[in-house]
């Protein structure tokens, strides 16, 4: 067994190795003769420990997400099948099998519509349908949404948290820049050469997202994911729509009966300093407001949230229990901690952010939530479109017809 454990400790630490020399500077030609004399198969756990060490150690998250092409490039084909007693891809509406599902969709997208597009000399290229190609390609960001809001909450629940991180900001990249070349195609910007490499590497960056998702995120999850947790993702998947139709719903049969059902709460009363009301008022009224709200506690962990009718960001029952700092992209959690921090010190009381998205002119509030003594409780996050509000005019009194 100690020999096993050294093992594994030695290639954990080559795999770091590899990494950090990719950091420095070395191509990814120089590394590969070592990664290869040093051992044959690699596990996706392994991956996952090296990057959440070097994490651990130090290294920006958005460093190790600079790497995240090269080193899967370099770990491409090597890494081991994990033998599962039952192959959940193949079971109709597992999120497993969505997963799969929606990753072939988008290679088909990327082979069949951009590619050979590119393939053409750039004055040949067909502006508007390659715009219409790379529309198409956009609705990866539904694909990513389920992955960052329904996935990763588990992973980090089972303290797998470099994964996570580093692919979240790479969705984001992904994101960014299929939004940036259909801004240029619109603005007439010139078709050349460079311009179809960029795209090249962008369809690149895609897939090589499709084999860490296939062969290092779902080996892990389907590790370590209960039966009760896949179906609380395939049961809250809807919300955020799929990119392949005919999604089958999966009632897989129970594996165990709970003794005790979390998602229902207990009735009774709430005793308040201003009156008392059953928990179901309380519940319903939170979610009757015209507005989200989502509360932070004291030791930064996601308590609750309300469920109105429409939602302007997405919330789902995994968030519960989150650190708020996991809950948000890696370009702009620093923001939500400093606001934190700020909150926790005593220097604000709040802050405001107001971001236009489609039609919704959107507000976003943060306000710190204080005992009578003054002592820090937690982060109330309200958010509302305001664009109705922005429309009113004149007058409407109560005795108004």
């Known amino acids: 067994m100690s020999e096993q454990i050294n093992?594994?400790?030695?290639?954990?630490?080559?795999i770091k190795d590899i990494i950090s020399q990719l950091h420095?500077?070395?191509?990814?030609?120089?590394v590969k003769k070592q990664f290869e004399e040093a051992f044959k198969n690699v596990s996706a756990t392994e991956i996952s420990e090296a990057e959440q060490a070097l994490i651990a150690e130090g290294?920006?998250?958005?460093?190790?997400?600079?790497?995240?092409?090269?080193?899967?490039?370099?770990?491409k084909g090597t890494i081991e099948e994990i033998h599962q007693p039952e192959d959940k891809s193949r079971i109709p509406g597992h999120p497993a099998n969505i997963l799969k599902r929606e990753n072939r969709r988008i290679e088909e997208i990327i082979d069949t519509k951009i590619t050979p597009l590119l393939e053409k000399k750039p004055q040949e290229i067909e502006r508007q349908e390659l715009i219409s190609a790379l529309e198409e390609l956009m609705q990866v960001d539904i694909h990513y949404l389920k992955k960052e809001n329904l996935i990763f909450p588990y992973m980090e629940k089972y303290e797998i948290t470099g994964p996570p991180k580093v692919m979240w900001g790479v969705d984001d990249e992904i994101r960014e820049e299929i939004k940036e070349v259909i801004s240029l195609l619109d603005n007439n910007a010139e078709i050349t050469d460079e311009f179809v490499f960029r795209v090249s590497q962008l369809t690149e960056r895609v897939k090589e997202m499709i084999f860490k998702e296939e062969n290092i995120m779902l080996p892990m999850l389907m590790e370590t994911l209960t039966q009760d947790e896949w179906k609380k993702i395939a049961d809250e998947s809807g919300q955020f729509g799929y990119l392949v139709e005919d999604v089958p719903k999966w009632e897989p049969k129970p594996e165990k009966i709970e003794q005790v059902e979390h998602e229902k709460r207990e009735s009774g009363v709430i005793t308040m300093p201003t009156g008392?009301?059953?928990?179901e008022e309380v519940i319903h009224m939170l979610n009757t407001l015209p507005l989200d709200i989502t509360f932070v506690d004291k030791n930064d962990t996601?308590?609750?949230?309300?469920?109105?009718?429409?939602?302007?960001?997405?919330r789902t029952k995994a968030v519960i229990g989150r650190n708020v700092a996991n809950c948000h992209p890696p370009a702009s959690v620093h923001v939500v901690q400093k606001i934190v921090e700020d909150f926790k010190s005593g220097a604000k009381d709040h802050e405001d952010f107001w971001i236009k998205m489609g039609d919704k002119y959107v507000l976003i509030r943060y306000f710190a939530v204080r005992s009578?003594?003054?002592e820090y409780l937690g982060t109330l996050e309200v958010?509302?479109?305001?664009?109705?509000?922005q429309e009113i005019t004149g007058e409407k009194r109560l005795l108004s017809d």
Not at 9 to 14: L, P, T
Not at 276 to 279: A, G
Not at 383 to 389: A, S, V
């Open 59 to 75: 290294l920006p998250v958005t460093e190790v997400q600079r790497l995240c092409d090269v080193h899967a490039a370099v770990f």
């Open 7 to 14: 093992n594994r400790e030695y290639r954990q630490k080559v």
């Open 302 to 314: 996601v308590k609750y949230f309300s469920q109105g009718k429409e939602r302007i960001f997405h």
């Open 372 to 374: 009578d003594t003054g």
């Open 276 to 279: 008392v009301l059953k928990s």
């Open 383 to 389: 958010t509302q479109d305001i664009k109705p509000l």
């Open 24 to 30: 420095q500077g070395k191509s990814v030609e120089e």
